[in-house]
């Protein structure tokens, strides 16, 4: 499975495909997870795949999974820049992740 993992300061972010509630394409949301002091976050990416591509995600060759790869792998960069400034102070706050639209 296809996940990316960073923990620093009691945070930790990664890439997960929630297949809680499958949308009204058949597929499954991709999402950001952030847990910090044991509080869990998830933040869309507006990414929709389906499980079997998902694990596939890496090293497939099909031009649209590597799009979508390339996207996830911005995304959990930008996160998790913005996470490490914030907990860089100990004090990480999900209203300031929640304001700044950092998957948009």
């Not at 009204?24 to 929709?48: A, C, N, P, V």
Request: with cysteine; aromatic share 8%.
């Amino acid at each position: 499975m296809y996940i990316q993992i960073c923990k620093k300061n009691e945070t930790s972010i990664r890439t997960v495909i929630d297949t809680r509630r499958k949308m009204l394409s058949g597929l499954f949301t991709i999402k950001m997870q952030i847990i910090y002091h044991r509080i869990q976050k998830y933040y869309t990416t507006g990414k929709e795949l389906m499980p079997d591509d998902w694990k596939r995600l890496p090293e497939s060759k099909i031009r649209k999974l590597r799009e979508i790869h390339e996207k996830m792998e911005n995304s959990f960069t930008i996160i998790k820049q913005n996470a490490g400034l914030i907990t860089n102070k100990d004090d990480l706050s999900f209203d300031v992740l929640n304001s700044e639209k950092i998957l948009q």
